[in-house]
T-cell receptor
Framework: DQQVKQNSPSLSVQEGRISILNCDYT??????FLWYKKYPAEGPTFLIS?????DKNEDGRFTVFLNKSAKHLSLHIVPSQPGDSAVYFC????????????FGTGTSLTVIP | DGGITQSPKYLFRKEGQNVTLSCEQN?????MYWYRQDPGQGLRLIYY???????QKGDIAEGYSVSREKKESFPLTVTSAQKNPTAFYLC????????????FGPGTRLLVL
């Protein structure tokens, strides 16, 4: 059963606008969440993370929001750039119980120049 | 440069044949992982190892085997028992169990002839 879900397989956004990628999870024990970015035929690269003790973490153009009551997190990219076009995976884990990360199915973001 | 290397980039397997995918890291990481990515699906964990000479099954270990004789190396063998091996295989590593992120290699695409 998929514990981490990304219900939008694709998203298109105009350059300069905001991109919002969403992720839902079912396991209330998850306490650490990450976003990875992946280009075709390459491995994912770490983008940003958030611990469950926070509800927001910001790094430059990237902000992750966590809503624990809704078991929902989102990644905001502002402003979106063509180089942001990639597949974005969210992942979740339970810290200190091992190191298994559970990944969503990915959202393919296209930023249109 | 420190990083994770995977070889080959593409691998072809004949019916009934075992093939081995290589994964090497020079990041001095303790933990290493193998994931499989299929179209429309997230990354699924095959095996992971937290220390040399020890490894654990992930969610989809059937038809696969691994070894961890050296800290730097974590090869994955896709055996003939794996009936649907065509996929993109990703190797990752992290510093310790429960680490904050995993670092991924470039991946190997396995195709069946």
């Amino acid at each position: 059963d998929q514990q981490v879900k990304q219900n939008s397989p694709s998203l298109s956004v105009q350059e300069g606008r905001i991109s919002i990628l969403n992720c839902d999870y079912t396991n209330s024990m998850f306490d650490y969440f990450l976003w990875y970015k992946k280009y075709p035929a390459e491995g994912p690269t770490f983008l940003i993370s958030i611990s469950s003790i926070k509800d927001k973490n910001e790094d430059g153009r990237f902000t992750v929001f966590l809503n624990k009551s809704a078991k929902h997190l989102s990644l905001h990219i502002v402003p979106s750039q063509p180089g942001d076009s990639a597949v974005y995976f969210c992942a979740a884990s339970v810290r200190n119980t091992g190191n298994q990360f559970y990944f969503g199915t990915g959202t393919s973001l296209t930023v249109i120049p | 440069d420190g990083g994770i290397t995977q070889s080959p980039k593409y691998l072809f397997r004949k019916e009934g044949q075992n093939v081995t995918l290589s994964c090497e890291q020079n990041l001095n990481h303790d933990a290493m992982y193998w994931y499989r990515q299929d179209p429309g699906q997230g990354l699924r964990l095959i095996y992971y190892s937290q220390i040399v000479n020890d490894f654990q099954k992930g969610d989809i270990a059937e038809g696969y085997s691994v070894s961890r004789e050296k800290k730097e190396s974590f090869p994955l063998t896709v055996t003939s028992a794996q009936k649907n091996p065509t996929a993109f295989y990703l190797c990752a590593s992290s510093t310790i169990a429960g680490a904050e992120t995993q670092y991924f290699g470039p991946g190997t695409r396995l195709l069946v002839l």
